[in-house]
């Protein structure tokens, strides 16, 4: 069975931190590019990084950069994203997913987490 679990998400004040993980069964996460996403209520849900299973090469979207850092444990098959100075617009609900390829766009990415919430309030 394939599956995808997130977790250490929850409520934390602005400028505190949070690390999330995504434990992989049922396959081999070296087999592939791991992203993570996030949607806050009513809006898209967008990467917000990515670890490339080819070269290793890790990707941030601007508003994140120096803040957060994607990586992996292939011994432990887990893929985290440490997440330093969150902000109020952090706020969303996180989700780490697969691409058979590399890096790129979301409807790229075959497997989904079931998503962990990340709170930033004071």
């Known amino acids: 069975q394939v599956q995808l679990v997130e977790s250490g998400g929850g409520l934390v004040q602005p400028g505190g931190s949070l690390r999330l993980s995504c434990a992989a069964s049922g396959f081999t996460l070296d087999d592939y590019a791991i992203g993570w996403f996030r949607q806050a209520p009513g809006k898209e849900r967008e990467g917000v990084s990515c670890?490339?299973?080819?070269?290793?090469?890790?990707y941030y979207i601007d508003s994140v950069k120096g803040r957060f850092t994607i990586s992996v444990d292939n011994g432990k098959n887990t893929v985290y994203l440490q997440m330093n100075s969150l902000k109020p617009e952090d706020t969303a609900e996180y989700y780490c997913?697969?691409?058979?390829?590399?890096?790129?766009?979301?409807?790229?990415?075959?497997?989904w987490g079931q998503g962990t919430q990340v709170t930033v309030s004071s």
């Open positions: 997913a697969t691409n058979p390829f590399s890096c790129g766009p979301r409807d790229e990415y075959d497997y």
């Open positions: 670890v490339s299973n080819s070269d290793g090469s890790t």
